[in-house]
Each structure stands twice: as C-alpha cells, then as structure tokens.
C-alpha cells in the first residue's frame, strides 16, 4: 500500500502493516478529557428524556480537548 508510512521501530518486516498511532493515542488522551465527556454523557442523557435537542457544543469541546492532547503526543511519534 501507498502512503505514509510510519516506523516506530526503525525497521519492519516486508510483510507487516503499519500501525497508526492516533487512535491508541486518542484513548491514552481520554482520561485527561474526562469531565467533557461527563459533560457530553450527561446532555445525551438529558435529550434522551426529552427527545429533542442536541449536544454538538458539548462533543465539539471534548474532540477540541483530545485534539490539544493527542496533538504534540502524535507529532512527536511521526518525526
């Protein structure tokens, strides 16, 4: 396959695949992130009982904040 390719070892065998990191260093991100995602649960609990609304504020902050976490943390993986 083309495209990027990242070599976290320095080396891999032909017949390995490479392994992006963002998804692994999103989940380390979670805990760091906790109270949006309490904040994000608690609103889709909320539209739940009242079957309208929405919760795009409260999942926007809590991407924005794994976003600033996994940033530098994958950056620093790829170079």
């Known amino acids: 396959a ?3 390719l990242v070599v976290q070892s320095g080396t891999m065998a032909d017949d390995e695949e490479p392994v992006c990191p963002k998804p692994r260093i999103e989940k380390e991100c979670h805990p ?3 109270g949006f995602w309490t904040e994000y649960k608690a609103c889709a609990a ?3 009982k009242k ?5 795009e504020p409260q999942n926007m902050d809590y991407w924005r904040c ?3 976490c996994t940033a530098p943390k994958l950056f620093a993986e790829l170079k």
Do not use: K, M, N, T
């Open 66 to 68: 794994i976003d600033r």
């Open 46 to 48: 909320r539209i739940a």
């Open 51 to 55: 079957g309208h609304g929405q919760c």
């Open 2 to 4: 083309h495209g990027l």
């Open 32 to 34: 760091a992130c906790e």
